[in-house]
């Protein structure tokens, strides 16, 4: 077997003189030459396991940009791996394609008491005994500390050393594809983190002429930016061809600014694409964008950037403003049911309508587009842990309540989303959490956590603070619910409705002319139909009857519920699913 060697490289272009400094007793320095374009190698190779780091003009020694493991954190030595020497098994693997999947969001620092790769890997059977097709990772390129959400990440090369590094990156990605589960990456490529962002030290990767609300704007457009659009589209090329992941979802979009006539996000769906018909893989890029703008997921040719989908945050505000009641921020332009129907039959909400939250009209029409292309749910990462408290649905809402929201989320005409723990209605909660070793950084996060849900009229010592330890543990799944006879109830309501989703292919037919909606606004009462499946729901206070005409029940929330001649009988908070043959 040969041993596996490489030169160092580093993109520096306005340095001087760069040198690799390597570990050891004593460190030792080796002179590195200019190449090309700014780039710097070692003319020595070096060995799997070489700790090492840049120094710059003679200053300090810092991480390599491009590491591929951070084994001691953010501010320690990088390490060379060979990503090629781990034995994949998974060649026959497919994953199931965007348009029929149902996607399970999971953080592996909080999925299991461990918040490891591989403890993960021992809950993989639960998702995929549910009915899921996807798991969907939130980031887990290396950040500050030993926990956090993964969104202020620095080291965009490396899985983070905590949740077991590269190697349990790959048995994990391994161990998802041999449970027939596709694996979806969540990357950031809008901003870096604030603790260890050394990449402005190496070269023009930012820019002050855009602002994001977390800091300094990526710089894709201005002088310098070819190498950096090249850095995280080979980030995000790497996570896909050395780690088998099937897809990416890229975090808020609407803050990559790039004014170029080939937009970045264009380019690297292209590219993404392309490496998926070599490697003869269907590759996937979903997109997090609130700018309702469906040039996201057009195709080139017609003018957009041809991603595969992006969440729909619409649907989303619809159905839980209809089902919690909440009418705070930006859910105060939902809360009808009429909302809800426009979500489900146009995609949009809001297409170019007048937003009161904003003040202005937002959007544009989904005109033409599949209604596969947008991701549906009731929960997030966002939408549960940037609530002050971190509560989840089942905490905010009645069981009724809870079962509806999952039934109209499993059989819309999107593509379904559940976050941990929702498909037993988790009574935990999920809460925004850091560990900055920086205690002035650590406050900073803290003070403007507190002023934020202030201003939502919260009071601030409510706040739980996010550098506690507590914070995140609390956050923890708690796996012992199982066991109990309220959640696996819930538990089964999700796997007979993804079941179900599954038999009928009218359910993951995505066009939204098919689906046929009907409500009553005073008498709290939906239902919709898609081909021969009916989902009818009621959030009055009284029962409600609904003339049927939609067939026989398959599932229904409520004993209570039944069939009246041609009438359906439902109590309040109450769904049922029916079919006709």
Do not use: C
């Amino acid at each position: 077997m040969n041993r596996f060697e490489r030169a160092l490289e580093v993109w520096a272009p306005r340095a001087e003189s760069v040198d690799a400094v390597i570990d050891g007793a004593p460190l030792r320095r080796a002179s590195m030459r200019s190449t090309r374009d700014g780039w710097w190698a070692t003319d020595e190779p070096f060995s799997a396991g070489t700790d090492y780091r840049f120094s710059l003009d003679g200053g300090p020694p810092l991480p390599d940009p491009r590491s591929a493991s951070q084994p001691s954190g953010i501010d320690g030595s990088s390490r060379v791996v060979d990503l090629g020497a781990f034995e994949w098994h998974d060649d026959a693997f497919r994953a199931v394609p965007l348009a029929e999947a149902v996607i399970y969001e999971l953080h592996i620092g909080t999925f299991t008491d461990e918040g490891t790769f591989d403890s993960a890997i021992l809950r993989l059977d639960h998702v995929a005994a549910l009915g899921a097709s996807h798991v969907e990772l939130m980031p887990v390129a290396e950040f500050g500390g030993d926990r956090g959400w993964g969104y202020d990440g620095v080291d965009l090369y490396a899985p983070h050393h905590v949740y077991g590094g590269p190697d349990g990156m790959t048995r994990f990605v391994e161990a998802a594809h041999s449970r027939g589960l596709a694996v979806i990456l969540d990357v950031v490529y809008n901003h870096l983190g604030p603790a260890g962002n050394h990449l402005a030290s190496f070269g023009p990767y930012f820019t002050d002429h855009y602002a994001t609300p977390w800091g300094s704007a990526v710089n894709f457009d201005r002088a310098g930016s070819d190498e950096v659009r090249r850095f995280f589209i080979d980030n995000a090329l790497m996570w896909l061809r050395d780690y088998h992941v099937d897809g990416l979802r890229l975090d808020a979009v609407h803050a990559i600014f790039d004014m170029a006539a080939v937009h970045f996000l264009e380019q690297l769906a292209t590219e993404v694409h392309d490496l998926g018909s070599t490697l003869k893989r269907e590759l996937i890029v979903v997109a997090e964008s609130d700018l309702n703008d469906p040039r996201l997921i057009t195709e080139p040719g017609a003018g957009g950037f041809g991603l595969d989908a992006q969440w729909s945050d619409d649907f989303h505000h619809a159905l839980f403003s209809v089902l919690s009641g909440d009418r705070s921020g930006y859910y105060a332009d939902f809360g009808l049911l009429e909302d809800l129907a426009a979500a489900l039959t146009r995609g949009y909400r809001y297409a170019g309508h007048y937003s009161h939250f904003r003040q202005r009209r937002h959007g544009r029409p989904y005109s033409g587009l599949d209604g596969r292309r947008l991701l549906g749910y009731l929960q997030n990462h966002d939408q549960v842990g940037n609530r002050a408290l971190g509560e989840r649905s089942a905490a905010l809402m009645s069981p009724g309540r809870v079962m509806i929201g999952s039934a109209v989320v499993l059989m819309a005409p999107f593509v379904p989303m559940l976050f941990q723990g929702e498909d037993w209605a988790a009574s935990n909660p999920f809460r925004y959490f850091t560990d900055h070793r920086d205690t002035a950084l650590g406050a900073a996060v803290r003070d403007g956590r507190a002023k934020e849900f202030a201003e939502f009229g919260w009071d601030p010592q409510t706040v739980p603070d996010p550098q506690s330890r507590a914070t995140f543990e609390r956050s923890r799944l708690q796996w012992a619910e199982l066991s109990d006879v309220d959640h696996a109830s819930v538990l089964q309501w999700h796997k007979d409705l993804i079941a179900l989703r599954a038999e009928y292919p009218e359910l993951r037919d995505g066009r939204l002319d098919a689906i046929r909606v009907n409500f009553d606004e005073d008498a709290r009462w939906m239902s919709f139909r898609r081909g021969r499946v009916t989902v009818v729901f009621s959030l009055g206070m009284a029962p409600t009857t609904v003339a049927n005409d939609a067939g026989r029940i398959r599932f229904s929330s409520s004993d209570a519920i039944r069939l009246v001649g041609r009438d359906l009988e439902l109590p309040a908070d109450s769904v049922v699913v029916l079919v006709s043959d």
